[in-house]
């Protein structure tokens, strides 16, 4: 009776240590970064620009003169200040970062259907696609 008790636990002992160990999955959800630029309020401002604006709204920013900058500035803040009452709350700003990148995620994506759709019937064939991301000429 000792024997096949004693087989049985080896036996499982063996299973329970040749099994693939479990992949350990991420806890943190990691969001998209809100720039490519370096963080870093030592050197410039380029982040919060990217992450407040979007990038291509910061790009047309670094053209302009520091007056019509806050000009235009202070029109973006009157679309931040979403209840109206002068001032900008934190969940309002967040809700501006969202905002300014999921347009420019919707704006790249489009440029990225054009770019695709080279006979441009509004739709992506399998060979457009491979030919605007593999080179292929049609």
Known sequence: MLFPRLLLCLVAWALCGSGKPTE?????????????REHDDAQSFDYDHDAFLGAEEAKSFDQLTPEESKERLGKIVGKIDEDGDGFVTVEELKAWIKFAQKR?????????WKGHDLNEDGLVSWEEYKNATYGYIL
């Open 104 to 112: 420019w995620i919707y704006e790249d994506v489009e440029r990225q």
């Open 24 to 36: 350990r999955k991420e806890r943190v959800v990691r969001e998209a970064p809100l720039s490519t």
